[in-house]
Nanobody, 127 residues
Framework: QVRLAESGGGLVQAGGSLRLSCAASGRTFSAYAMGWFRQAPGKARELVACISRSGYNKNYTDSVKGRFTISRDNAKNTMYLQMNSLKPEDTAVYYC????????????????????WGQGTQVTVSS
């Protein structure tokens, strides 16, 4: 198991930027494929982006492509989500998630594949 803690959320105007961080406990962060998810009020939790253990493979939901960038620093046990050109529809609670993976290239978009979750950080984008 790995413990995850998100930070960096807040209130920003449309067109602005935020960088979310996900700090992981333990010494095996590099053994986990990671993902960022979000949940808006009244909506299901959805994938935003995911990244493999090595950081080589990444995937994004269509609505954030070209605006958001996922990255990780295994030496710092931290994953990031750089969010640019934010829109009001990006308003949600953002969660980081982890799943232990044997392959350094493995990524998954499926909510149910992740078994470690942070508590979330609120992102609010005003129009």
């Amino acid at each position: 198991q790995v413990r995850l803690a998100e930070s960096g959320g807040g209130l920003v105007q449309a067109g602005g930027s935020l960088r979310l961080s996900c700090a992981a406990s333990g010494r095996t962060f590099s053994a986990y494929a990671m993902g960022w998810f979000r949940q808006a009020p009244g909506k299901a939790r959805e994938l935003v982006a995911c990244i493999s253990r090595s950081g080589y493979n990444k995937n994004y939901t269509d609505s954030v492509k070209g605006r958001f960038t996922i990255s990780r620093d295994n030496a710092k046990n931290t994953m990031y989500l750089q969010m640019n050109s934010l829109k009001p529809e990006d308003t949600a609670v953002y969660y980081c998630a982890a799943v232990r993976a044997s392959s350094t290239y493995y990524i998954t978009e499926a909510n149910g594949d992740y078994d470690n979750w942070g508590q979330g950080t609120q992102v609010t984008v005003s129009s």
